[in-house]
């Protein structure tokens, strides 16, 4: 109605809106990959043996837990604190962009 073409409406109006929810939304579901990664590989469906994937680390050395309990505990503390840094980070960045 004011004449502005389309691309420059979508470009001065619409994409600094969604620009940031976008971003906090990508950055929320990296933790969802890394379970979902980690539980493919613990069940055997990730790469094969020699690849260094957390979940399979943590699915060969589960025979070992009574003897050498921290074999298949530290995978998993790994892919516990790769998940809680992803949301902190998400979280950060919504509180950062809200502020801004």
Same mark, same amino acid.
């Given at each position: ?16 809106? =969604? ?36 979940? !399979?680390?943590? !699915? ?15 995978? =998993? ?11 902190? =980070?998400?979280?950060?960045?919504? !509180? ?5």
């Amino acid at each position: 109605m004011s004449g502005v073409s389309g691309p420059r409406l979508m470009l001065r109006y619409l994409l600094p809106g =969604a620009v940031p929810t976008l971003l906090v939304a990508s950055t929320l579901d990296v933790a969802n990959i890394i379970l979902t990664l980690s539980l493919m590989s613990f069940l055997g469906l990730g790469l094969p043996a020699p690849a260094p994937e957390l979940g !399979a680390m943590t !699915a060969r050395s589960i025979g070992s837990l009574t003897v050498y309990w921290w074999l298949p505990i530290l995978p =998993a503390v790994a892919i516990f604190v790769l998940s809680v840094c992803a949301n902190l =980070a998400g979280d950060g960045l919504r !509180a950062a962009l809200r502020g801004a």
